[in-house]
C-alpha cells in the first residue's frame, strides 16, 4: 500500500509574490501539478495534499484533479508539523508513505520508483532522495556513512561550520513506513533555528534510516526564490528541446527557443531562433518555423512556413504561409495553400483553400471562399459597436485595395471589388461593385502659388 502527501502549504516567502509558491507556473504547469504528475505512474492508494496558506486557492487550481484530498494545515508550523497533520487522515494506515516538497517539480518519476523499490527492498524505517552538489548552500545536510545509512539531517542555518561543508544534501523526498514515522512524529520538538517542527529531524528518530543519491542533481533543484525557478525552467526547457531534436526536430538556437511539454512537432520542422511554443500546439512535418514566432494552442498543417507571427487557437492547414508580422487569433481556421503576409490579422474567420491575404488586412468574423484574393489593406468592418456581424466572401472574388466590407454583408463568387471601395450591400456572384466617390477634376485649378 502506498499513500503520497505533497507538502504544499507553506507561503514561499523568498519567492516575494502574492501567488503561493506551488502555483508558480513553470513551462505551462504550476509546481504542484508537476509534483503530482511525477508520482502518478506509482499509481498510490492515496494522494494527500497538505495546504495551508491561501489554501482555498491551492484547491482550486486543482479542482481538475479527482481523488486527491487536502488536509489542512493551520497555521504552518513547518515540515514537520505538516506531516503531522497526516495523523488523523492516516491512521490506521500500515503502508508507506511517499512525501514529496511542493516545490521540487523536476522529479522523474523513474527515480521516485527507484526510490520505493530500494526502500521496499531494504525494509528502511525511512529512505530519502540526496544529491552531491557543489554549491550545497540553503538545503539541509545529509550525515551519513559510506554503506548510505542514516545518522541525521541538519539543516543549513542550524549546521556547524564542519557539517556546513557537507555536500550531501537532502531532497526533500522521502518513503516513510508509514507506521514508524507516525510513531515519532508527536516527539519533534522546534528547537532549531527557524523554531519550526522539520520533518528531517525524524530521519535521527529512525532506524535504519537511509539515503538513495539521484544520479542527475538537477531533477531535485528546489525552487525557493525567483533565481531557483528560472533555473529549473532552463533544466525543463534542455529536456524538451533535446527530447525533439532526438525525433527529428533542427533547433538553428536552442537556447532562445521555448516549448511546452503539450506542443508536439513532426519530422523535420526546423525552428529558427526566437520561437516560442506554448499550451498543445502541432507542428507538421516539414515546416519551417521563425525566427520570432509565439505560437499558442494552433496547429499548423505540414511544410508550413511562419515568420515573425503571433498564433493563439488557430488552425493553418498544410501548405500555407503566415507572416512576417501576421496575427492569427482565436478561431482563425486557415485551409491548404494560403497566404497570410504581412501586417494582417485574422480573428474566428474561416479561409477556404488557396485564399491569399498579402498585406496589410483585417479579417475578422469572416468566411472567405477558395482562392479569394484579398486586396492590401481590406478591412472587415465587423462590429458596429453593440454586436459582432459576419461577411461571407464567396469563392474566386476579389477585392481592391482598401476596401472596407460593412457586416453583415455577403459577396457572392467571383466578385469583384473596386478598391477604394466601402461596401455595406450584398453583391450577388460575378458583379462588379464600387462603393467609392467618383473621381472629380477640375482643370485649370489655380495652384498654389
Ligand atoms: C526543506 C528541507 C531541507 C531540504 C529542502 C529540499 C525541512 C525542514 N527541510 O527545506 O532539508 O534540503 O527542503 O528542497 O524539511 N511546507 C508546508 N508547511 C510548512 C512549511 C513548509 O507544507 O509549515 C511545504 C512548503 O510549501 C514546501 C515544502 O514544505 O513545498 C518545503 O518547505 P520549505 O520551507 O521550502 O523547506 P526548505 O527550507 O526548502
Ligand atoms: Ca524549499
Known sequence: MLAVAVLAAGKGTRMKSDLP?????LAGATLVERVLASCAALAPERRLLIVGHQAERV?????????????LQQPQNGTGHAVQQ?????????????VLNGDVPLLRPETLELLLERHRQSGAAVT????????????????????????????????????????LINAGIYCFNWPQLAAVLPQLSSDNDQGELYLTDTVAMLSPAMHLEVADAAEINGINDRLQLSQCE??????????????????????????????????????EPQCHFRGSSQIGSGC????????????????????????????????????????????????????IGNFVEVKNSTLARGVKVNHLSYIGDADLGERVNVGAGTITANYDGLRKHRTVIGAGSKTGANSVLVAPISLGSNVTVGAGSTLTKD???GALALGRAKQLVKENWPGPA
Open 21 to 25: 509558491k506551488v502555483l508558480q507556473p
Open 59 to 71: 484547491e482550486r487550481s486543482l479542482a481538475a484533479h479527482s481523488g486527491l484530498e487536502f488536509v
Open 86 to 98: 497526516l495523523l488523523q487522515p492516516l491512521a490506521g494506515f500500515t503502508g508507506d508513505l511517499l
Open 128 to 167: 530519502l532522495l540526496s544529491a552531491r552538489l557543489e554549491d550545497p548552500s540553503g538545503y539541509g545536510r545529509v550525515v551519513a556513512d559510506a554503506a548510505g545509512n542514516v545518522s541525521a539531517i541538519v539543516e543549513h542555518r542550524d549546521c556547524s561550520d564542519e557539517q556546513r561543508q557537507i555536500d
Open 234 to 271: 532552463a533544466v525543463l526547457q534542455e529536456r524538451l528541446r533535446r527530447h525533439w531534436m532526438t525525433e527529428g526536430v533542427t533547433f538553428i538556437d536552442p537556447a532562445s527557443c521555448t516549448l511546452s511539454e503539450g506542443t508536439r512537432f513532426g519530422r523535420d520542422v526546423v525552428v
Open 288 to 339: 519551417r518555423i521563425g525566427p520570432g514566432c509565439l505560437i499558442e494552442d494552433s496547429q499548423i498543417g505540414e511544410n508550413g512556413r511562419v515568420l515573425h507571427s503571433v498564433l493563439r487557437s488557430a488552425t493553418v492547414a498544410a501548405d500555407c504561409s503566415v507572416g512576417p508580422f501576421a496575427q492569427l487569433r482565436p478561431g482563425s481556421e486557415v485551409g491548404p495553400e494560403c497566404h
Open 427 to 429: 453583391v450577388p456572384s
